[in-house]
């Protein structure tokens, strides 16, 4: 690989690495059930995965953070969550390839994403990639979450790496704005889920892919 090279590959978790919508979403419908409130269709939860928590209460019962119904309800879902963290959760198509790739090619690669270490980490072991990976960062991991690019500046000190010869993955505005601010290179990740905010194509990020083998060109 040449000396400027990239040397590390950083995933967005939720829409990036793995397709987390069957076990959030059927956390929510959980909560739903117990309410008596009507599930909703895993189409329509599918965009709002990536906002984790704040996006579920958000599309289920149309809760924002400050509302006093709020933290209970959160709460709640959180616990449906964990019993339910790797029941559907799948890596994407093509993902364990390019990261099988990625290896092959001595390039370290790892996770920063906005989800609680308490999920994170037993994610990646039930998925068997905790031992491969040069950096596993998490939302609780700093005081600012992305966007803010706290947790890509530790996932590079960890890895031992400059951001400048970093690549970080996302499916969301703020993955693109956290990589930038951390003096990364940015790459939208067009199968992810998205969100209902700005269009992919608005995002300025340095490339956009739309499967996780388009990566390999990028690089």
């Not at 939860?45 to 289920?60: C, D, E, F, N, Y």
């Not at 559907?88 to 270490?117: H, Y």
């Not at 970093?166 to 067009?190: C, E, F, N, P, S």
Request: glycine share 10%.
């Amino acid at each position: 690989m040449p000396e400027e090279g990239i040397r590390a590959v950083f995933f967005d978790l939720d829409g990036t690495l793995a397709d987390t919508a069957p076990d959030l979403g059927g956390a929510l419908n959980e909560l739903l059930a117990e309410v008596g409130r009507p599930q909703l269709d895993p189409a329509t939860l599918r965009p709002h995965v990536s906002a984790g928590t704040r996006g579920m209460l958000g599309i289920g019962f149309g809760l924002a953070p400050d509302q006093p119904a709020y933290p209970e309800l959160a709460k709640r879902f959180l616990e449906l969550y964990a019993a339910r963290l790797c029941v559907g959760t799948r890596l994407f198509d093509g993902m364990a390839a390019l990261l099988e790739e990625l290896e092959r090619r001595d390039i370290r690669w790892g996770v920063v994403t906005n989800k609680p270490a308490r999920f994170t980490e037993p994610l990646m072991d039930c998925l068997r990639l905790t031992e491969r990976m040069a950096a596993i960062v998490s939302g609780d991991s700093t005081p600012r979450p992305k966007p803010a690019p706290d947790s890509l500046v530790l996932a590079c000190e960890t890895a031992g790496v400059s951001p400048r010869l970093t690549l970080y993955v996302g499916d969301d505005l703020r993955d693109i704005q956290a990589a930038h601010a951390a003096g990364m290179r940015a790459v939208a990740a067009g199968w992810g889920y998205l969100g209902d905010g700005l269009p992919i194509g608005e995002w300025n990020a340095d490339a956009t892919i739309a499967t996780p083998l388009e990566l390999l060109d990028v690089l």
